[in-house]
């Protein structure tokens, strides 16, 4: 079944916008193309509409925004973005991963791309340098994927005492290999034991999650992957049931109560693409936009959670801790 969603995002309620305003030829439509869903990626939705804002582009004024949300299903991108192609759309927008972008680079060969994505990329075949994209696309690059020995460092330095550790890996994510190899490097490096945990859907993130006890490990590293973020609500609260200390590659993980998170700040992110989507439609040319990258990555802390698993967090960590949830 093909799902089309035409939606608008304000303070998290979805509405449906009027055919009428869409058939407005002076109106320019934009593609948003997420691999996530809706509700838990609301307040990144928002994100981009601000960028859009801040250039002078209004939903229900000036533009139109269609979506498509692939709800945690990689194989459904290629339809949707195949579908937002043939609509006579001014740019896609592709988010939530580089399948997105991927995807929507393939249905879009013509029509201006921007993107947000952990990857780099120049590697995944989507421009030819950061500096001159060269083509139809650019966007943001948070370089999350290149962290996960990072994140591992700092668990261990949350939990000294961590010998074992599960890693929640998305098997379809492009880099998913690359995780999987960085992880083991630092992993063998620290002296620990890494249980690899691989879901791609609900039913094999329920699965993974509830052989955590039997698995007897000391804490959890959930790498970078939009279904995971998507889910970080669940996730966060069956690792909590464990009484497990966990890391992630986002705020939003904290924030819903998850012990810390290292990496970009994707609300900041998605701002500055929708500044890019703006720009496009003013008339810049996506190959003459450099794709832009972090200038600096957030250590959060959420000392309740630590305080609740009996850990004391070092005085270290909270010294460059970016932010500490009390």
């Known amino acids: ?22 058939a407005q030829p002076t109106i320019p439509v934009v593609g948003f193309l997420h691999s996530g869903s809706a509700a838990p990626n609301a307040h990144l939705a928002s994100a981009f509409l601000r960028g859009l804002s801040e250039t002078g582009f209004d939903v229900g ?20 973005a195949t579908d937002l192609a043939s609509r006579g759309i001014a740019v896609i927008y592709a988010a939530g991963g580089p399948v997105s ?66 890693a929640l890996i998305n098997r379809d994510n492009p880099n998913a290999t690359d995780i999987t190899n960085d992880l083991r490097a630092a992993a063998s490096s620290l002296g620990i034991e890494a249980h690899l945990l691989h879901a791609a ?27 995971f973020l998507s889910r970080r609500d669940k996730i966060v609260a069956e690792i909590a049931r464990y009484s497990l200390p966990a890391i992630y590659h986002s ?13 970009s700040n994707l609300v900041e992110m998605y ?9 496009i439609l003013k008339g810049d040319k ?26 004391i967090v070092p005085s270290s960590i909270v010294a460059t801790a970016d932010e500490v949830i009390e």
């Open 286 to 311: 996506p190959a003459d936009l450099p794709v832009q990258q972090p200038t600096a990555f957030e250590l959060v802390i959420n000392s309740r959670t630590a305080k609740s698993l009996g850990l």
């Open 61 to 80: 004024r000036n533009i139109a925004v269609e979506y498509r949300w692939a709800e945690g299903r990689y194989d459904l991108l290629h339809e949707m």
């Open 251 to 263: 705020r939003e993980f904290p924030a819903a109560g998850g012990l810390a998170s290292y990496g």
């Open 201 to 227: 859907s609900d039913a094999e993130l329920g699965r993974v999650l509830a052989s955590l006890p039997q698995l007897q490990v000391n804490g959890v590293l959930v790498a970078n992957d939009p279904f």
């Open 101 to 166: 972008a991927i995807e929507a680079k393939k249905a879009a060969k013509t029509i201006p791309l921007v993107f947000v994505m952990g990857s780099d990329p120049v590697r995944v075949g989507l421009v030819a340098s950061l500096n001159r994209p060269g083509s139809n696309a650019t966007g943001v690059t948070l370089i999350t994927t290149g962290l996960e020995a990072k994140r591992l460092e700092l668990l261990r330095q949350l939990v000294p005492s961590a010998a074992v550790i599960a």
């Open 1 to 22: 079944m093909r799902r089309r969603h035409v939606i608008t995002l304000f303070g998290g309620a979805v509405a449906a916008w009027p055919l009428a305003v869409l």
């Open 271 to 279: 701002r500055k693409s929708g500044v890019y989507v703006g720009r």
